[in-house]
């Protein structure tokens, strides 16, 4: 019973690491279009400047886990903060020089972090 315990916690570490790095390379993908900086974009600043890539990242990081969880990924204080995003990036999705960014991005989403884009694939 002790070495299936100890397993079930060597998976649950394993899972936690991937998660990491998925989230960091969601990261780096969304900054990249963005000319965004990473550390800044997930930093607690509110400029202007970080909240379209913060938004994005929020609302295809929600898509695979449950807002809270995203919420506090992002060290927001509620789900309802990553309700808010989904809705922004809804919005930005209607204006040209955004789609087209925001299409890039879920092509190489969908190609590295499959997972996050399973259910909007055509």
């Not at 969304?30 to 929020?58: E, G, M, Q, W």
């Amino acid at each position: 019973m002790l070495i299936l315990q100890e397993n079930i916690k060597d998976i649950n570490k394993s899972e936690e690491k991937d998660m990491n790095e998925q989230f960091k390379t969601l990261t780096e993908i969304v900054c990249r279009h963005y000319n965004a900086d990473p550390i800044f974009v997930l930093s607690r600043n509110h400029k202007h400047t970080s909240t379209t890539p913060r938004n994005i990242i929020a609302t295809l990081w929600s898509r695979g886990t449950t807002l809270q969880e995203t919420a506090d990924l992002l060290g927001w204080k509620s789900a309802q903060q990553v309700c808010h995003a989904k809705h922004r990036v809804a919005a930005l999705s209607e204006l040209p020089s955004h789609a087209y960014r925001l299409r890039l991005i879920l092509e190489e989403v969908t190609e590295k972090i499959p997972f996050l884009t399973a259910e909007i694939e055509n």
